[in-house]
């Protein structure tokens, strides 16, 4: 007996479910349905059009009904929109956008792959403009585009600080247009913790982007944005970016059960309420192994292996179903940045018992060509040092090390799993104790108290109480930029000027990046300084983690000269 299988959805999920279907049953009838007029297109690719970097929207496209087609013998039928699901009948119903007929295709198995729709709040004057877009597929970027340049416009406001909103504002800046970013969080980029989002506001503010963040869109006016907090910010066109919600309409129209995230509900196997109805990609519900409850989670990998673990199951073939972590990377002007599992506030949030470390190594040898700092920050539950998650930006292959991460956390590893990891090496691509093993280095004398330390965020109370900090670098370093009432005792001097280190009190050490600092913190613990803590980050993170927050309030800065090299 043929298997008659419908997939409603043709991108990531459609797309890669159809394609698994066939190598599987060359004799299944296969139809895809997409209401839009492309299948298979690129979304993460969408706002780099914007600048040019993808020249032609065409070649967003990957492929066509004709290529699914002749390559796959699977029906691809565009602007087809399936406006109902009859489950006792086993049918939709499908609707024509070019011509407006409708008409019932039946089916054997049912594939929901809707994805989620752009948030756009009907309660904000101005929100349904002309001039107000969202991206979402290849249409609402030609069309984004088109205004941009028909209309000659040089400022755009870009409203949420998420992964589409600062992809599309750093590429409509790398146009030369004059670009806002409302957030209304205090930070853009919730993945990361506040102060690794700190890089990102100042790479923001560097390339020219006005970042306004702990503010939210109020009102759309002529030429205008207004924010919550009163802001004036003359702009020609809008783009939203505050998230996306899940698609369920047809879903909850067929009866079919949503989940507690306001989701499409399903089982391990990805089989909804509907034993003859699937369901994949952003429009679903789907277990976060950390968090140990449904999350959402919309990103592209994750679509793709719930499509061929669909398939599989049509075909009686067994699916392990890992749950999610969410691991995700970006690219931001001269940064990149990935990040994975859990940060400090969704492990707290959650209710763990957590610890983090903070750590500034070179990405490859220094010696070599293009060595850069990377910052990078590791999560990890205390008192097992098990893994919970990590961040890091830098210039270098920061994806690499986040992907040990992630399979780390995949694999339920410790600080000690992580420390003894045997990973390559080359002087042009990375360090003979790399990254990630420093961390766990770094975490493992904090978890068993032969070190402590204080994070970044804590620094400006210190000098702002008159705290007792060494800075460990060298003069000519220190008169370069410092800790307003930081004393200067360097690492190579320090063994000789012991006496100026106060025993009765609590100390703190700095150095650039933390290695110095970390030695000094060391031998003074051996040489009977029971008080004694490193500051995570040292002086570029300082400088770092104050920057956006002075530049923005106009607030007295804790340093004489920020340092970001």
């Not at 008409?103 to 929100?127: C, M, N, Q, T, V």
């Not at 909850?252 to 509900?265: C, H, M, P, S, V």
């Not at 763990?352 to 010696?367: E, F, Q, R, T």
């Not at 400006?460 to 004393?487: C, M, P, S, T």
Request: charged share 20%; proline share 3%.
């Amino acid at each position: 007996m043929t298997n008659k299988i419908l997939i409603v959805g043709g991108v990531a999920g459609g797309a890669s479910a159809a394609a698994r279907l066939r190598r599987l049953d060359e004799n299944a009838e296969i139809i895809m349905f997409e209401k839009g007029p492309h299948v298979s297109f690129s979304n993460c690719s969408l706002p780099y059009h914007l600048s040019g970097m993808v020249e032609d929207s065409k070649s967003l496209v990957l492929s066509t009904p004709e290529t699914f087609k002749k390559r796959f013998n699977i029906e691809a039928r565009v602007n087809s929109e399936v406006i109902n699901i009859n489950r006792e009948k086993r049918t939709i119903m499908v609707k024509d956008a070019v011509t407006g007929n409708t008409y019932e295709e039946g089916y054997d198995k049912l594939i929901l792959s809707p994805g989620a729709a752009p948030i756009r709040p009907g309660s904000i004057e101005g929100i349904h403009n002309k001039n107000v877009f969202t991206v979402r597929n290849v249409v609402d970027i030609e069309q984004l585009n088109a205004y941009i340049k028909e209309n000659d416009l040089t400022d755009v406001a870009v409203i949420g600080g998420g992964f589409i909103g600062v992809e599309v504002a750093e590429n409509l800046r790398l146009a030369k247009l004059n670009v806002s970013v409302i957030e209304f969080a205090d930070q853009i980029m919730t993945p990361y913790d506040y102060d690794m989002a700190q890089i990102f506001h100042k790479e923001m503010v560097d390339h020219g982007v006005n970042l306004i963040v702990n503010d939210g869109l109020a009102k759309i006016n002529d030429g205008s944005i207004e924010t919550q907090s009163g802001k004036q910010i003359m702009v020609q066109a809008v783009v939203l970016a505050i998230g996306v919600r899940p698609e369920t309409r047809l879903a909850e129209d067929a009866g079919l059960e949503i989940g507690e995230t306001g989701a499409i509900k399903v089982d391990h196997n990805y089989v909804t309420s509907d034993s003859n109805i699937y369901a994949v990609g952003d429009a679903i519900e789907v277990y976060h192994r950390l968090l140990h409850k449904p999350a959402l989670l919309a990103l592209a990998g994750p679509a793709q292996k719930q499509a061929r673990a669909v398939a599989d199951h049509i075909y009686g073939i067994p699916n392990r179903n890992l749950g999610v972590i969410g691991s995700s990377s970006i690219h931001l002007f001269d940064l990149n940045a990935a990040s994975t599992g859990l940060n400090v506030r969704t492990a707290d949030k959650a209710g763990y018992s957590w610890d983090s470390v903070y750590i500034l190594p070179a990405d490859k040898v220094g010696l070599m060509p293009n060595s850069n700092v990377m910052h990078f920050k590791l999560v990890y539950e205390n008192p097992t040092g098990r893994i919970l998650g990590a961040q890091a930006i830098g210039k270098g292959n920061i994806d690499k090390r986040i992907e040990v991460i992630a399979t780390m956390i995949t694999m339920n590893g410790t600080l000690e799993d992580l420390k003894d990891l045997e990973l390559t090496y080359s002087p042009m691509l990375g360090t003979a104790k790399d990254v990630v093993n420093h961390a766990a280095l770094v975490a493992l004398n904090q978890l068993y108290g032969k070190y402590r330390e204080v994070k970044v965020a804590q620094v400006r109370e210190l000098v702002e109480n008159n705290a007792f900090i060494i800075d460990a670098r060298e003069q000519n370093e220190y008169n370069a930029g410092h800790l307003k009432n930081a004393v200067n005792i360097p690492l190579s001097e320090f063994r000789d000027r012991l006496d100026e280190i106060p025993k009765d009190m609590a100390v703190y050490v700095h150095c650039r990046s933390g290695q110095r600092s970390y030695n000094m913190v060391m031998a003074l613990k051996n040489l009977g300084f029971t008080n004694i803590f490193n500051i995570s980050g040292s002086y570029l993170g300082i400088s770092l983690y104050e920057y956006y927050n002075d530049l923005v309030t106009d607030r007295e800065k804790i340093v004489t000269t920020y340092n970001f090299k």
